[in-house]
């Protein structure tokens, strides 16, 4: 089932249950969805509407962090239960130890020993395992690699 599919269901199950968080969160998602759609002309495959979830709690992430360092607790809560509903739409993310082993890996078959070569690093991790792993941390594990 495609992932706007299964967004249309999820809304129609929060605004029956009154979970106006989870209804807010995927009503953007789901406008995001559409959005994409119409600027392209055509249906969207169900990586691209990965991509554009991802992107999603990504800025909500953004939020969260600038909330939090404007003392707006409140709001960065609300954005953190957002983050929570749309996480359950992104395949499982790997953990810090299996990203330090594929960066590891990546760079080792790569032959890179300099920061500057650190592009070639985020580029063959990212695409090989797309949609699993947070690219701030790769960005991080790679720094510490290759420093």
Do not use: C, F
């Amino acid at each position: 089932m495609a992932i706007l599919e299964t967004l249309q269901d999820d809304l129609k199950t929060a605004m029956k249950s009154g979970d106006t968080v989870a209804r807010a969160a995927i009503r953007m998602a789901m406008t995001a969805i559409k959005n994409r759609r119409i600027e392209l002309g055509e249906d969207l495959s169900e990586a691209e509407e990965l991509v554009i979830v991802q992107k999603e709690v990504k800025k909500r992430q953004d939020s969260v962090e600038q909330y939090t360092s404007a003392g707006r607790d409140e709001l960065a809560a609300n954005e953190e239960a957002e983050i929570v509903v749309l996480s359950r739409y992104l395949p499982e993310q790997l953990g810090e130890d299996d990203v330090h082993t594929i960066v590891r890996e990546t760079i080792d078959s790569l032959g890179l020993t300099s920061k500057k070569e650190m592009g070639q690093v985020m580029k063959a991790v990212m695409a090989a395992h797309k949609g699993k792993l947070d690219g701030k941390l790769v960005q991080r594990i790679a720094g510490e690699l290759l420093s």
